[in-house]
């Protein structure tokens, strides 16, 4: 993993110290709110419901053992004893004081991490696929080109005051993993018919009040120009964007109001002005960040392993976990293991500081030394070998973390919700809950298949409820939480906005709904169809009528509501 020089860690360290001055000043009252707030935002700090909330940059979901061991200790001692893992592959603090926080960020520079554009109207922490490096789909592990992003990206002066907050995602893979198409810029590495390496370029993308995917202005971007370009496609924005309305402010809306055409146009124009400038990527600097993600010393005897297969067949509950939470590795003899947070007592994301110490030791003893965070708030033990499956298995399932449902409805994606955060309309983590105690059976959860359900609180969308293949977004209703319910969203390859199956349902029936709806797909779905399929099939009007079926519970409050003139 990339290791900071001299000048990195002098910037972090200074920016410490910088951070410290404007807390002391803000607890002094020499600051006032309005004046703190932009001053605490480039720092990850927000004011929540009940506490401020801390958000720590994790690059590209990378961490080593010793980082993982650090969060571990901050949460132990400045917070309740737990993180909470983001969408964005970062972590979060729902309980530190605001008077520790610069304390917080001390301890994070001395292993070399920092909260630094985790908030703001900024470039965001660039993210990538939790597979990069390991995947066997992989053309190239988009790693190096995030850190290259990273650096050129942080505290740079043109752009600390966008419009609006920036979000980058790159994938390597033939597989997309880390939700390019919906970033307010995806690059995806791909080679040319000579072989060149590039980027097809995605703009426009994102979630939250007006949703919407994001258009090719590029097909293929030569690696060269990887800086420049990004370049002229964030002066176009910073110069046309809107600053007049925080709900039309992303580039989202400036694509959508040129039309891609018009936008590609522009920023082809501000391009040809810099393209030769000495921002043009040098293969020596893309070599030089190439070998901090070189290979582990993989091991040339780990492909045949005898008491693995032996396990397989003696341990039921193993092979389960192996068939749910280990994917394929490009070296023989490796696996990926999925570190599960979706204990179904747990809100999903969420672990203990005492887990995070185990798997840190788990990490050192079987992966190299190295975590990942992913995109579906679960953790990843990239590079294991297969002889070393069985006992990680017993050891994570001790730890409570090795529930085997990667990939199933209870591998939900969750925000904080109302029990935390200040914009939530509505609770997420009671709902999930709710639907782990309804679907509590893993035959049933097994049989239903890959299914992606992602739940957020409020139309900010952090949980990513449009491209859930099931979506549930947390409404208002005059004082009440009601929960609105989409289907068909996806946000891989086959990317797609879920379709809005009607009117929101009450708190009490989350649950019951979705029931019926997977009714349905159990009764309509063909051979090897996953819910998605069937969905895209069969169309929404089924799952319509069966969730709203005369009679039923949601039927005859949806009817009162409209009576009183909700």
């Known amino acids: 993993m990339y290791q900071y020089d001299y000048y990195d860690q002098t910037l972090v360290d200074e920016r410490v110290a910088q951070y410290r001055g404007q807390v002391q000043r803000y607890l002094a009252g020499e600051l006032t709110d309005d004046e703190f707030r932009p001053l605490r935002l480039m720092n990850g700090l927000y004011l929540q419901r009940h506490a401020p909330m801390l958000r720590v940059a994790i690059p590209y979901g990378l961490l080593s053992s010793r980082q993982l061991r650090a969060l571990a200790h901050i949460a132990r001692r400045y917070d309740q004893g737990y993180g909470h893992f983001t969408t964005r592959q970062n972590i979060q603090y729902n309980w530190p004081k605001l008077e520790d926080t610069p304390d917080i960020l001390a301890e994070l520079a001395e292993v070399q991490m920092h909260a630094i554009q985790t908030s703001g109207n900024c470039i965001r922490n660039v993210t990538a696929d939790h597979l990069s490096g ?3 789909d992989e053309i190239e ?5 995030c850190e290259i992003i990273r650096q050129w990206s942080t505290f740079h002066p043109e752009f600390s005051y966008l419009p609006r907050k920036f979000k980058i995602a790159v994938t390597g893979a033939a597989h997309d993993r880390a939700a390019a198409q919906v970033h307010d810029i995806g690059l995806n590495l791909l080679r040319n018919k000579q072989g060149d390496l590039g980027f097809r370029v995605l703009v426009g993308g994102g979630l939250g009040r007006t949703p919407l995917i994001g258009r090719v202005i590029r097909e293929f971007l030569p690696q060269r120009d990887l800086l420049t370009y990004l370049e002229a496609i964030l002066r176009v924005y910073n110069q046309h964007g809107r600053r007049d309305n925080i709900y039309k402010a992303r580039i989202k ?13 522009q920023v082809e124009a501000e391009w040809a002005q ?4 000495g921002l043009a990527l040098d293969p020596a600097e893309v070599e030089r960040v190439r070998r901090y993600f070189a290979p582990p010393p993989y091991a040339a005897d780990a492909i045949d392993d005898l ?6 067949k003696a341990d039921q509950p193993f092979a389960a976990w192996v068939k749910h939470n280990v994917a394929a590795h490009k070296v023989a003899g490796y696996r990926n293991v999925f570190v599960a947070l979706k204990d179904p007592g747990v809100a999903p994301g969420d672990i203990t500081a005492d887990q995070m110490d185990a798997v840190a030791d788990l990490a050192d003893r079987y992966s190299f030394g190295m975590i990942r965070s992913t995109h579906h708030q679960n953790l990843l033990l990239a590079d ?3 002889a070393d499956l069985y006992p990680l298995w017993h050891a994570l399932h001790g730890l409570k973390l090795a529930a085997p449902v990667i990939g199933t409805l209870a591998d939900m994606i969750c925000c904080p919700g109302l029990d935390f955060c200040s914009l939530a309309n509505a609770s997420s983590i009671s709902i999930a809950h709710q639907i782990n105690e309804k ?3 893993l035959d049933y959860l097994y049989d239903l298949g890959d299914l992606r359900l992602n739940m957020s609180g409020c139309m900010n969308a952090c949980g990513h409820h449009h491209v859930g293949h099931i979506g549930i977004l947390g409404v208002d209703k005059k004082g009440e939480e009601w929960y609105q319910i989409s289907l068909g969203g996806s946000s891989e390859n086959d990317v797609a906005l879920g379709d809005i199956l009607g009117p929101s349902v009450p708190k009490t029936e989350v649950a019951n709904t979705l029931e019926r709806l997977l009714q349905v797909y159990v009764e309509r779905r063909e051979d090897g169809e996953r819910f998605l399929d069937t969905f895209r099939r069969i169309g929404l009007e089924p799952f319509r009528t069966r969730a709203y079926a005369p009679g039923s519970r949601e039927a005859k409050q949806e009817a009162q509501r409209y009576a009183v003139g909700y």
Request: glycine fraction near 2%; proline fraction near 5%.
């Open 134 to 136: 390991v995947a066997p």
């Open 141 to 145: 592990d988009p790693r190096i080109y």
């Open 439 to 441: 679907f509590d059976q």
């Open 274 to 277: 810099i393209r030769n400038s």
């Open 307 to 312: 008491s693995f297969t032996q396990w397989l």
């Open 253 to 265: 809306i400036l694509v959508k109001a040129l039309g891609a055409e018009k936008f590609r146009e």
């Open 384 to 386: 294991v070998r297969q």
